[in-house]
C-alpha cells in the first residue's frame, strides 16, 4: 500500500526543538522529492520546505529558514523535519506531502496523517 | 512574495454548480493544482496541471486557468463535496497555497 505514515503528536516547551518523521511505504522512496506543509488551527495550508530523497538536496520557505532542517535516510525509507527555537505559533499539525512527479515540481498527491505539535 | 487570492466562502445547493476562483498575478504562466481539505483530514489533490484530474476523483471536478485567475468548478454538487478547497502554485522556487475558500453545500 502507497502511503506516508508519520510520527505521533508532540508537545514542546517555547525555545525547544521537534523532529517529525515520515515513513514511506508502497513505492521507490527515492523517485519523489517530499515536501513538509503545516496548517495553524484553524488556518490555512502552509509550505516549509522540500527534499530531494534522491540527494538530499533541500529548498526551504523563507519563513522557517535557518530553523528548519530536513534530512532523509534511505534505509529505512524515512524522512525527517527538525524545527528548533519553537514559538507559540509554530502550533499547528504538521504534514508531509510527496511531490507528484519526479522531474515536475506541480502539485502533491500522497499526503501523510498529519503531526499535531502543540507549542 | 507571490500571493494568491481566494473568496473565502461558497454557497451552493445540492446539484447546483460550485467555481471556486484563485487569483495570483500572471497566474495563467504557471501550473496551477487544488486541494479539498476535510475537517480533521489530510488534503487530497483533485486537480493538477490547472486541468487534469488524478485517478479516482470524480468527472464533476474541472479547473481552469487563464489570465490571472484559475477556477475550480464543481458540477452536479453533492453533500460530500463540502469542505475546504485549496489553490496552490510554484513561483520561484517556493510554493504558495491560496487561503482557502470553504465550500457549504446549502
Known amino acids: 500500500q502507497v502511503q506516508l505514515v508519520q510520527s505521533g503528536a508532540e508537545v514542546k516547551k517555547p525555545g525547544a526543538s521537534v523532529k517529525v518523521s515520515c515513513r514511506a511505504s508502497g513505492y521507490s522512496f527515492r523517485t519523489y522529492g517530499i515536501n513538509w506543509v503545516r496548517q495553524a488551527p484553524g488556518q490555512g495550508l502552509e509550505w516549509m520546505g522540500w527534499i530531494s530523497t534522491y540527494n538530499g538536496n533541500t529548498n526551504y520557505a523563507q519563513n522557517v529558514q535557518g530553523r528548519v532542517t530536513m534530512a532523509t535516510d534511505t534505509s529505512t525509507s524515512t524522512v525527517y523535519m527538525e524545527l528548533r527555537s519553537l514559538r507559540s505559533d509554530d502550533t499547528g499539525v504538521y504534514f508531509c506531502?510527496?511531490?507528484?512527479?519526479?522531474?515536475?515540481?506541480?502539485?502533491?498527491?500522497?499526503w501523510g496523517q498529519g503531526t499535531k505539535v502543540t507549542v | 512574495s507571490y500571493e494568491l487570492t481566494q473568496p473565502p466562502s461558497v454557497s451552493v445547493s445540492p446539484g447546483q454548480t460550485a467555481s471556486i476562483t484563485c487569483s495570483g498575478d500572471?497566474?495563467?504562466?504557471?501550473?496551477v493544482c487544488w486541494y479539498q481539505q476535510k475537517p480533521g483530514q489530510s488534503p487530497v489533490l483533485v486537480i493538477y496541471?490547472?486541468?487534469k484530474r488524478p485517478s479516482g476523483i470524480p468527472e464533476r471536478f474541472s479547473g481552469s486557468n487563464s489570465g490571472n485567475t484559475a477556477t475550480l468548478t464543481i458540477s452536479g454538487t453533492q453533500a460530500m463535496d463540502e469542505a475546504d478547497y485549496y489553490c496552490q502554485a510554484w513561483d520561484s522556487s517556493v510554493y504558495v497555497f491560496g487561503p482557502g475558500t470553504k465550500v457549504t453545500v446549502l
Open positions: 500572471d497566474l495563467g504562466d504557471k501550473y
Open positions: 506531502a510527496r511531490d507528484r512527479h519526479s522531474e515536475i515540481r506541480d502539485a502533491f498527491d500522497m
Open positions: 496541471q490547472d486541468t
